[in-house]
Structure formats: C-alpha cells, structure tokens
C-alpha cells in the first residue's frame, strides 16, 4: 500500500467535498459594514441568487469543478495499489495519473471561479463611483480556494505516485557455493589437524617433565 497515494485520496477526496460545500453556499459575498444601515443586519448571496453573467460563468466553472472532482476520486479509487479492481500496475499506475490530471483541472476551475467572482466584489468595493450596495469576500470564497488547493496538491502527488508504481523490486542471486564450500572444507580439515596434533604436543611436554 502506498503512503503517498493514500495522502492524495485524502486530500483530493477533502478538496472535492470542499468543493461541493462551497458551490452549494449562499455565502459567496456578505454586505459590507462600512454601507449598511442597519449594522446588526447581514445579507449573504451565492451563486444561485441572480443570473448575472459573470456569476453564471462562475456557476459553470464550479460545476465543472464538482464534476472533475467526482470522477477524479473514481478514478483514483480504481488506481490505488491496495484495491483489487484496475488490472496490472502499470494499468493503475496509468488510473492514478489520470486521476492526478483531472484533480488539478478540478483545482483550477475551482480556483478561478472563486477568484473571478472576489475579483467582481473587490473592484465594486473600492470603485468610488459604485453606489449600489457593496458586498464583502464571503466564508464561501475561502472554502472554495481551499479545496482548489487541496485538489491541486492531491493531483500532484497522483502523478509523482506513477513512479512508484512502476518501480519492481530486483532481487540479485550471486552463485557462492564453489567459494563458501572450500573454506568450510579447509577449516573443517584445519580443526582436525588441531585436534590431532595437540594431544600429541600435550602428550610429549608432559612426557619430558
């Protein structure tokens, strides 16, 4: 089983979730303190509020980040080393590199979704001329870049994973009997000489004393 895989799932899996959670808020923007008259009062707005064209190409780009992610997390399921289902390894090695790729394209959409749509609320917020109600980034937003992240780091490590995959363990036999019998031989031999010589050294300094 292989660590690195296992941390990808995890946070391509928690960044897809992420991004299901951030598409389905209605905190993409709150009103602003600074503007609101009643202070105590917030209103939050999210993606399926108005149909204005910026937040409908938005709403495209998180859908289609939504939709990366769940096939991603398929396909990583399916790459994994330790299921039984995707083939060889390196048909998996393959599974989990595809599910690296749509990750990241998953974390890109979602990225620039989020970022389209705090670019809209920032630029009216500072433009002087705006006197519509100003908005704020809401926790949506942040929810959003987060598990864009985290897709993004999950689909990295899929694909450095393919190298791991593909790595076989050798194992290397080297042929010792010829040279590890000889010295067993010549020890064996070199013990008997000693056995039978020293009883005979025993016996002739005791025989001279």
Not at 15 to 37: D, I, M, Q
Request: with cysteine; proline share 2%; net charge positive.
């Amino acid at each position: 089983m292989s660590r690195a895989q296992i941390s990808a799932l995890v946070f391509g899996v928690g960044g897809f979730g992420a991004l299901v959670a951030a598409t389905a808020s209605n905190e993409w923007k709150v009103t602003t303190r600074a503007s609101s008259v009643i202070t105590a009062t917030w209103v939050y707005q999210g993606l399926w509020m108005n149909c204005a064209g910026y937040i409908q190409a938005c709403r495209g780009l998180m859908i289609a980040a939504v939709s990366l992610g769940f096939f991603a997390s398929i396909f990583a399921l399916f790459g994994m080393k330790c299921t039984k289902v995707g083939g060889s390894d390196k048909t998996k090695a393959k599974i989990a590199c595809l599910a690296g790729i749509v990750f990241i394209l998953s974390g890109l959409c979602s990225m620039t979704g989020c970022s389209l749509y705090a670019n809209k609320i920032t630029t009216e917020f500072f433009d002087p001329l705006y006197v519509e109600q100003k908005y704020e980034l809401g926790a949506a937003l942040f929810i959003g870049w987060a598990g864009a992240s985290l897709c993004i780091i999950g689909g990295v490590i899929f694909c450095f994973s393919i190298s791991d995959n593909n790595k076989t363990p050798r194992m290397g036999y080297a042929y010792n009997g010829a040279a590890s019998a000889m010295p067993s031989r010549t020890k064996y031999h070199g013990a008997e000489d000693f056995k039978t010589t020293n009883p005979s050294k025993q016996f002739d300094k005791n025989a001279y004393v």
